[in-house]
């Protein structure tokens, strides 16, 4: 299972499962990405019955687009990669 994440401009969110199809997409207008972006993916994650050690890779956009932006999703993969 993958994590997508793209916080460039607004904020998308998904899961896709081992040969790349949708389980689950959210799409928000919010420019606060960080506000919300752990909650959303929590939730995402717990509605299809999984937790964050499930995630084998995740895919983020790179731009272009908000340097802040981008910085929030690459932050969390640095996270992500501690775990």
Avoid: C
């Avoid at 899961?15 to 990405?33: C, M, R, V």
């Avoid at 299809?48 to 802040?68: F, H, Q, R, W």
């Amino acid at each position: 299972m993958y994590l997508y994440i793209d916080t460039t401009h607004e904020i998308t969110i998904g899961l896709l499962d081992k040969s790349f199809a949708w389980l689950g997409y959210e799409h928000f207008t919010s420019k606060k990405s960080s506000a919300i972006l752990h909650y959303k993916i929590h939730k995402m994650l717990s509605a299809n019955d999984l937790e964050i050690k499930d995630v084998a890779g995740i895919i983020s956009s790179a731009g272009p687009g908000s340097y802040t932006g981008m910085r929030v999703s690459e932050g969390f993969k640095d996270i992500m990669n501690w775990q």
